[in-house]
């Protein structure tokens, strides 16, 4: 008859038995998920694919996209459904010192979730910051957001096409949504107008309401990704964000008054959720009408609809004749090239060091493209000039001085020259560091002009009266 001392242990090994079963089971459904994933993109027999992510990892589902569109054959049509945690997520071509206040996101002191009970609650958080692979401007992602992409053929591809699409899917919900003339989308505040009857309801470009009094709220930008045989536009939709408030605080930084930058600039908009005041999930119910007007846009039957839906429940996928639909998780991390292209979207090199040529100065701009002037800040020396040029992430050209006298000036200016120039401005931890290096005859104010690089460039060190002596 057994102990109790061996029934314990035999209990232990029946337990250390189940979870070792659990963890592979789990890794042989990865696996499986994976080999079929990447065989059925490049199936050419599939001529539409679907797929949603259950990862809100913005790194790994931009590189799915990329993977898409680089493996799907050349005429297939791909939507794929996602939601990233919270990040800021810049066009390919633009400054991310310009474009966010980068302090602030590492912070994440102000960022806001909804709670279980619907009330908004802080959810202090890192926010991450994201140079994606299309162009466009820069967009905050939450949880209160749905990212969708479409890849299709280029000749079949027009900037509005599936920007109507989804338009054509809120409507459904809420009539105020069209394109603008910029390819985004935007509902109209104004009044119902009285001839929006005699509009067509097949434009997508107009509303039944009233545009000369209101602003229209922005909900959704696009960007593109263009090739010779695939083109990419993706969009992030606003539904019902918690953090709308404070979104104008993660892109606008401090540096801006005083950075000029070659590139893309932000266009800004006041912004909107679509699903404002909704009782329910809103996240499933935008993707199941954008892809019910993605069926209806390119024929496809309620046996695609409905394998969605089982692809959600059963986290697998689902094929039919023509088409596939899938749920896809942080497994595909393990793709090779899904892999490699996380590593290249975490690296600072791409992050900053793809950054087009900018500058900053402390002389007051004011005819910077959509800017205003700032006054520099108090402490700052009366007689300090600062000019900084970079390309690349990579200090080109630089001329700071501290003296009003023509000669003096230009000693202090060769010799902070010396030790700025072939920088990397993202490997500086501390610009203090890097001017006291220099042999200037006013010494004291260096700390001053470092702590004003240390703002422009996000620098996360002391900056108050301790900052200002040491």
Known sequence: MPTRCTLRALSACARRYQCCYHV?????NASTLISSFVNQVQNTALKYQIYTSKSNNPFLNLSIEHFLLQKSPADSTILFFYIDRPSVVI???????????????ASGSSLKAWATDGSVKNAHAKIDIVRRRSGGGAVFHDHGNVNYCVICPTQDFTRDKHAEMV???IRQDNPRARVNERHDIVLD?????TNGSQLSSTDMHKTGFQTDTQRALKVSGSAYKLTRTRSLHHGTCLLDSPNLQ?????????????????GVDSVRSPVGNVYAGFQGDASSRFQSRVLESFGTLYGLGPDCLAGFERAQIRNELQEGPD??????????????????GMKELQSAEWIYGQTPQFFVSTRLISDFKNRCSAPLPDYF?????????????????????TSQDRYTAGKE???FKSFLIGLRIYEVEDFNSVLRKAKVTDSVHIPKLARWLNEMFAKNVPSGPAALTS
Not at 189 to 193: A, I, L
Not at 249 to 259: G, H, I, V
Not at 323 to 339: A, K, M, N, Q
Request: with cysteine.
């Open 24 to 28: 592979y089971q789990s890794s042989r």
């Open 91 to 105: 066009g390919r071509n633009q400054n991310p010192w310009l474009e966010a206040n980068l302090k602030l996101l």
């Open 167 to 169: 338009v054509r899917a």
């Open 189 to 193: 505040q104004g009044q119902p107008d």
């Open 246 to 262: 404070e979104l104008s605080q993660y892109l606008k930084s401090p540096a801006r008054p005083f950075l000029q930058a070659r």
């Open 323 to 340: 088409w596939v639909c899938g749920s896809l998780d942080d497994s595909l991390e393990r793709v090779p090239e899904i892999h490699a």
């Open 381 to 401: 020396p009366e007689t300090g000039r600062i000019f900084v040029e970079a390309k690349s992430g990579v200090i080109t050209t630089a001329r700071i001085t």
């Open 413 to 415: 200016s060769e010799d």
